[in-house]
Structure formats: structure tokens, C-alpha cells
């Protein structure tokens, strides 16, 4: 956890305004989601299985025995947001938020156990012409911000179920051969 002196407050401040103004022209709705979201949410949004859930995750049972869980992201969050507000049926959305995230990691030098970080969402819309939006939408934060000429954006792709199902099978044959070395 770090405290924010002024400096640096004003610094997360400048930055949040740039966003919101950047956001706006592109559309997006900004929301406000709960620091505290039930533990349930994201064993089920982000899976049982991954590092977040069964490492990362500030969990604490309330009074109630309730299972509560500091956010570790935005994104359970933002879903669950949609689907209470009704926001999801035969709509289209462009939100985003911001705020503190929680994780339990080892602290090193830039990573804290409590960060701030901002997310969009884009609900009911897929393909490339939304993901080319998001690559413009970051391209023109990071010009903002006086940051394009520190930035490189590298793309990658784990590819569909069908690759990542043949990638696996062909790298446990071709590790196979090398077992006994």
C-alpha cells in the first residue's frame, strides 16, 4: 500500500480528467462500481482456477459470514453492473470506471498491493472494428498524456479454442521426445 502525497495525487487527478475527457469523445459512460463485491463473483467472472482467485484476492467473511472480496479488477464487476441495471438486453453500451483495485502480490519496486487503474468496457459489441476503436481510443490517451513517444503497443493473440486445443497437443508430443533429458 502506498500513501499519495500531493504531487503525486494531483499527477492521478491530471491523468483521470485526460481519460474522462478522452473517454467522453469516444462515447463511453463513465460508472461507479463497489470497492467490496461478493467473493462469489469472481470465482464465477474470472474463474475458480486462475492465480487471481486462488492467490491474489483480498477475501474476508463479514459479520453475516458473508464472503467479501476486495476488487481485484474491474471487469467482474462492471458485468455484474450490466446485468443487475438491465443494461445488456438488445443494447449496446460503452462504459468505463475507475478507482482502486486490490491485489495480494509481492510488493516490488512500481507494484503496490493497492492500485489505481482504469477500464472500458464495450458490452453487446465484438469484432475488429471495436477492438481497432480501443487501439485508437489508447493511442489517443497515451498522446494526451505526453506518453506516445515512450509507449510501444505490441499485440499478441492466444488465438481461438481450436489453436490454443492444437498448439498444446503439438507441444506435449514435441516435449514428450525430450522427457528423459
Known amino acids: ?5 500531493p504531487e503525486k495525487k494531483a499527477r492521478f487527478r491530471l491523468i483521470e480528467d ?10 463511453y459512460q463513465e460508472v ?9 463473483l469472481f470465482s464465477r467472472l474470472v ?3 486462475t492465480d487471481i482467485v486462488e492467490k491474489e484476492m483480498y477475501t474476508f467473511n463479514d459479520r453475516n459470514e458473508e464472503s467479501l472480496t476486495l476488487r ?12 443487475e441495471h438491465g443494461l445488456a438486453f438488445n443494447q449496446t453500451q460503452r462504459l468505463w470506471y ?4 486490490f491485489r495480494y502480490e ?3 519496486k512500481g507494484r503496490y498491493r ?8 464495450c458490452i453487446g459489441m465484438e469484432g475488429p472494428d471495436i477492438d481497432a476503436e480501443l487501439l485508437l481510443l489508447s493511442a489517443r490517451l497515451w498522446s494526451v498524456l505526453g506518453l506516445s513517444s515512450s509507449v510501444t503497443l505490441e499485440l499478441n493473440s492466444i488465438g481461438d479454442a481450436a489453436s490454443r486445443q492444437a498448439f498444446s497437443a503439438a507441444l506435449v508430443e514435441y516435449l514428450t521426445r525430450y522427457k528423459s533429458d
Open 1 to 5: 500500500m502506498q500513501d499519495l502525497l
Open 18 to 27: 485526460q481519460a474522462r475527457r478522452v473517454l467522453a469523445g469516444y462515447g
Open 32 to 40: 461507479g462500481l463497489p470497492i467490496l463485491e461478493s467473493t462469489s
Open 47 to 49: 474463474g475458480a482456477s
Open 72 to 83: 481485484p479488477e474491474g471487469t467482474a464487476g462492471l458485468v455484474r453492473f450490466v446485468n
Open 98 to 101: 475507475t478507482g482502486p483495485m
Open 106 to 108: 509481492r510488493p516490488q
Open 114 to 121: 493497492q492500485f489505481d487503474q482504469i477500464g472500458v468496457e
